[in-house]
C-alpha cells in the first residue's frame, strides 16, 4: 500500500519549498516523484497555436514534481505532518494512520 496518494495534504520538509502545504494533483510512481498544487512553481512559454486551448500563447506557471522523501502527509486533526504507518482491521482491508495520533485515514 503506497502511504501518498492523490489528493492527499501533504507539507514540503525539505528544501526550497520547506513548510508549504498542498494537495498532490499528480503522482508518478516510477520516479517516486508528486505534483503538489502551488508547489514547486516553473514558468513555461507556451507557443501560440490554431486550437482552442492556446490561440495567443504567454507564459504560464505550473507545478513541477517534488521527490516524495521531501514530502510528509499532513494530520486533518492537528493540520501538522507526521509520520504514518498501515494497519490491518479485522474485515481485512488495510487502513493508513497517523503514528502519533492514532488518526485513521480512509482509502
Do not use: C, W
Given at each position: 500500500?503506497?502511504?501518498?496518494?492523490?489528493?492527499?495534504?501533504?507539507?514540503?520538509?525539505?528544501?526550497?519549498?520547506?513548510?508549504?502545504?498542498?494537495k498532490i494533483l499528480k503522482f508518478n510512481?516510477?520516479?517516486?516523484?508528486?505534483?503538489?498544487?502551488?508547489?514547486?512553481?516553473?514558468?513555461k512559454h507556451l507557443k501560440a497555436s490554431r486550437?482552442?486551448?492556446?490561440?495567443?500563447?504567454?507564459?504560464?506557471?505550473?507545478?513541477?514534481?517534488?521527490?516524495?522523501?521531501?514530502?510528509?502527509?499532513?494530520?486533518?486533526?492537528?493540520?501538522?505532518?507526521?509520520?504514518?504507518?498501515?494497519?490491518?482491521?479485522?474485515?481485512?482491508?488495510?487502513?493508513?494512520?497517523?503514528?502519533?495520533?492514532?488518526?485513521?485515514?480512509?482509502?
Amino acid at each position: 500500500m503506497q502511504r501518498l496518494k492523490v489528493k492527499d495534504i501533504v507539507e514540503v520538509i525539505s528544501g526550497n519549498h520547506k513548510g508549504s502545504q498542498g494537495k498532490i494533483l499528480k503522482f508518478n510512481p516510477d520516479k517516486s516523484r508528486a505534483y503538489v498544487e502551488k508547489v514547486a512553481l516553473v514558468k513555461k512559454h507556451l507557443k501560440a497555436s490554431r486550437s482552442k486551448q492556446n490561440p495567443t500563447g504567454g507564459i504560464i506557471e505550473k507545478e513541477s514534481s517534488v521527490h516524495i522523501s521531501n514530502l510528509m502527509l499532513v494530520d486533518p486533526s492537528n493540520k501538522k505532518p507526521g509520520k504514518i504507518g498501515v494497519k490491518i482491521l479485522k474485515d481485512n482491508t488495510k487502513v493508513r494512520f497517523f503514528k502519533k495520533t492514532g488518526t485513521e485515514l480512509k482509502a
